[in-house]
C-alpha cells in the first residue's frame, strides 16, 4: 500500500449539528496531527470543517485547504492554514482536493460531504484513482447511506464487491488504523458493465 501522508477529510460547513459531530471532528484532528498526517480540506472557518482544521493546527499539524473564490468572498475561508488555495470553481477545487490527498475519510456533513463522497466513490468505481474511501459513520449518520448502497447493489446497479469501494468505522479512533491496513487494489472498470 502506498504510504499516506496526505488525508482529504470531507465533513460539513454547518455548526448548528449536534456536539458530537463536533467532538468527533476536533478529536479527528487531533489524531492526523499526533500521527503526522496532513489534512486536505475544502478551506472553511465555520462548522465541522473550522473545527477540524482549528484541531489540526492546534495540535501542531498541517492544515492545506482549498477553497473556490466566490466562497472566500463571502468571508467564510480560514486564513489561519499551512496553506491556503483559492480557486475559480468548485470542479477545480474538487480536483485539486483529490490530487493533494492520499486518502479520503468522510465525516458527517449535509449535501455537499455526501456529493464529494459519491465522486470520489464514482471515480474510484471507474479506475481514476485507486485511494482508499473510510467513512466515519459516528452515532450511525451515514446508516441511510450505507443502506442505499445495499439498495442499489440488490437493483444490480453496483457490484456486489463495489461495496469494497469503501471502509466503514464508527469511531474516530478507528480511522487512521483502517487507512494504514486497507489492502491497496484497483478496480477494473471494465467489469462495470459485466
Given at each position: 500500500m502506498k504510504t499516506i501522508s496526505t488525508i482529504c477529510v470531507y465533513l460539513g460547513s454547518s455548526g448548528r449539528c449536534?456536539?458530537?459531530?463536533?467532538?468527533?471532528?476536533?478529536?479527528f484532528g487531533e489524531l492526523m496531527a499526533k500521527s503526522g498526517l496532513a489534512l486536505v480540506y475544502g478551506g472553511?472557518?465555520?462548522?465541522?470543517?473550522?473545527?477540524?482544521?482549528e484541531s489540526v493546527m492546534n495540535?501542531?499539524?498541517?492544515?492545506?485547504?482549498?477553497?473556490?473564490?466566490?466562497?472566500s468572498k463571502r468571508e467564510v475561508s480560514h486564513d489561519g492554514l499551512s496553506e491556503l488555495h483559492v480557486v475559480d470553481s468548485m470542479h477545480t477545487r474538487k480536483q485539486m482536493m483529490v490530487s493533494r490527498s492520499d486518502a479520503f475519510v468522510v465525516m458527517p456533513g449535509g449535501i455537499g460531504t455526501l456529493d464529494e463522497l459519491c465522486e470520489v466513490m464514482t471515480w474510484r468505481q471507474l479506475g481514476i484513482h485507486d485511494k482508499p474511501i473510510v467513512i466515519c459513520n459516528v452515532n450511525g449518520y451515514w446508516t441511510p447511506f450505507l443502506t442505499m448502497i445495499d439498495s442499489v447493489?440488490?437493483?444490480?446497479?453496483?457490484?456486489?464487491?463495489d461495496r469494497r469501494l469503501l471502509t466503514v468505522v464508527d469511531r474516530v479512533e478507528d480511522i487512521i488504523p483502517a487507512l494504514t491496513t486497507l489492502p491497496s487494489e484497483t478496480f477494473d472498470p471494465t467489469s462495470k458493465w459485466i
Open positions: 449536534d456536539d458530537i459531530y463536533k467532538k468527533a471532528s476536533s478529536d472553511g472557518r465555520v462548522g465541522l470543517m473550522g473545527i477540524l482544521a495540535h501542531g499539524g498541517r492544515a492545506i485547504g482549498i477553497i473556490p473564490e466566490h466562497i447493489i440488490a437493483g444490480k446497479f453496483m457490484r456486489e464487491e
